[in-house]
T-cell receptor, first 113, second 114 residues
């Protein structure tokens, strides 16, 4: 596609439910990032992939958060046993390399009730 | 540790006014990149500019201009003759040259009234 695509656009989950957020990066982009954006705040880094390798997951808030990119293209961010503090917009971004312009998707807005 | 501060939370202007967004950063890196991104209501972050810390020359792109002052650790952004379509949240960000993580400020919401 022309840009980074994320689905679903909105997700409402009951506390304790598992959710899966999908990211389709720009074709050919080797680098893929996940960021979390709380209301009224700037995005915060969660994790980074280069192709299928997860090179950095230092930003993941807890072991309930898990990300994968098995074939080096589409990525899924999974949150287990969601809690209210997980409510945020989850942004995916891709780039052709490190330090290069990031292209962001429109995000998935997660609301945990 | 890297830190980006955008002291202005919200700015409201009337169309055709100029608006300047402040950005102050902290880093221990000697070389780094500075960025500005625009986030319209649709949600995606749109890249506006990347500036290398070696290059202190100011830059102009259409109605946008950037003032980088290494001595004061500031990278300010000016929109000249603002338009309603400029209404968005603007983020300043920082990364090390060999780093892939962006550290974002909290953002400044710009509202341009017709």
């Amino acid at each position: 596609g022309a840009g980074v695509s994320q689905s679903p656009r909105y997700k409402v989950a009951k506390r304790g439910q598992d959710v899966a957020l999908r990211c389709d990066p720009i074709s050919g982009h080797v680098s893929l990032f996940w960021y979390q954006q709380a209301l009224g705040q700037g995005p915060e880094f969660l994790t980074y992939f280069q192709n299928e390798a997860q090179l950095d997951k230092s930003g993941l808030p807890s072991d309930r958060f898990f990300a994968e990119r098995p074939e080096g293209s589409v990525s899924t961010l999974k949150i287990q046993r969601t809690q209210q503090e997980d409510s945020a917009v989850y942004l995916c971004a891709s780039s052709s390399g490190s330090g290069i312009e990031l292209f962001f998707g429109s995000g998935t807005q997660l609301s945990v009730l | 540790a890297q830190k980006v501060t955008q002291a202005q939370t919200e700015i409201s202007v009337v169309e055709k006014e100029d608006v300047t967004l402040d950005c102050v950063y902290e880093t221990r890196d000697t070389t780094y990149y500075l960025f500005w991104y625009k986030q319209p209501p649709s949600g995606e972050l749109v890249f506006l500019i990347r500036r290398n810390s070696f290059d202190e020359q100011n830059e102009i792109s259409g109605r946008y201009s950037w003032n980088f002052q290494k001595s004061t650790s500031s990278f300010n952004f000016t929109i000249t003759a603002s338009q309603v379509v400029d209404s968005a949240v603007y983020f300043c960000a920082l990364s090390g040259v060999n780093d892939y993580k962006l550290s974002f400020g909290a953002g400044t919401t710009v509202t341009v009234r017709a």
